[in-house]
């Protein structure tokens, strides 16, 4: 999972499960930029809410979807404040569906050094955050937030161009985050030392849509599981993916994928199973 961050005009999942934007660049950047379990940071606009001390403030994250909308055809209308509408068109116009959604408990400050690299634009390109940054955006409290059932999620998510869907959005954050349960991976593309670092709730179905596109026939490779743990709850999977990927960092060579010899991996994943004071639940490392 990565962390984007952008500003909005407003954060309402429980009346606008999107994610909206005010120029179609904006939004189709965020979808080429983004895989499976990523999520965005949003940042409510300093220029005008309906709760004055939450301006320029971290309101929630929500998991970004796979699909591009236009929000006139999938919101509420009557859902909408008066100030999320320009000239009787949505302010901003391009969106995409949130598949869940958390809100901060107390709205937190952005960081100064997120803030300065953020750009101005409201409803205008997200950026994505280090690993670094992302702990700490996500070690402030939240809690998941139920989306609202708008007539396009009732409809079903359509099917990505990969063949597959990123989750089922219906209803998927109606239970608190610290009662669901995943499992921290480490996943190795063949024989070579080439790594995708993540965590998921399914992985069954993220390592499907990885391997989707890769030619068995020819390559005779594909993405594996080389470790993996399970862990109590969602926040404490998140803080051991991204420890993982900061004692990583210097073998990045795109969003979570790494390159270094097996043993630098087997190194780090046991120093962050060290080191780091979560709940593991029963299971341990388990090859495949």
């Known amino acids: 999972m990565r962390l984007f961050i952008g500003r909005f005009w407003s954060f309402r999942p429980e009346h606008l499960p999107f994610i909206t934007f005010a120029r179609a660049v904006y939004r189709d950047s965020l979808l080429a930029d983004s895989a499976a379990g990523d999520r965005i940071a949003m940042v409510v606009t300093r220029k005008e809410s309906v709760?004055?001390?939450?301006?320029g403030r971290l309101l929630g994250m929500a998991e970004i979807g796979?699909?591009?909308?236009?929000?006139?055809?999938?919101?509420?209308?009557?859902?909408?404040?008066?100030r999320e509408w320009l000239?009787?068109?949505?302010?901003?116009?391009?969106?995409?569906?949130?598949?869940?959604?958390?809100?901060?408990?107390?709205?937190?400050?952005v960081p100064v050094v997120i803030d300065a690299a953020l750009p101005q634009t409201t409803g205008g390109p997200a950026i994505l955050l280090t690993a670094k940054q992302a702990t700490q955006i996500t070690a402030f409290p939240y809690e998941a937030v139920p989306l609202r059932q708008s007539r396009w999620l009732l409809n079903g998510i359509p099917w990505a161009k990969d063949g597959t869907r990123r989750g089922d959005a219906s209803g998927s954050a109606a239970r608190p985050a610290e009662t669901e349960q995943g499992e921290v991976l480490v996943l190795r593309f063949g024989s070579r030392?080439?790594?995708?670092?993540g965590?998921?709730?399914?992985?069954?179905?993220?390592?499907e849509a990885m391997n989707r596109d890769i030619p068995w026939s020819v390559t005779q490779e594909r993405w594996v599981i080389l470790y993996r743990r399970p862990i109590s709850s969602e926040a404490d999977a998140l803080v051991c993916e991204m420890k993982l990927m900061e004692l990583l960092m210097q073998h990045r060579i795109a969003g979570g994928f790494f390159a270094c010899s097996a043993t630098t991996i087997e190194r780090v994943w046991n120093e962050t199973l060290a080191a780091t004071r979560i709940v593991w639940t029963k299971g341990g490392i388990a090859a495949s």
């Open 51 to 55: 709760i004055p001390q939450n301006r």
């Open 66 to 82: 796979a699909h591009p909308v236009d929000t006139a055809d999938v919101v509420d209308s009557a859902a909408m404040t008066p």
């Open 87 to 109: 000239g009787g068109e949505p302010r901003c116009p391009k969106g995409i569906p949130m598949l869940r959604a958390w809100r901060f408990l107390q709205p937190p400050a």
């Open 193 to 197: 030392d080439v790594w995708r670092i």
């Open 199 to 207: 965590n998921s709730f399914d992985p069954r179905r993220n390592i």
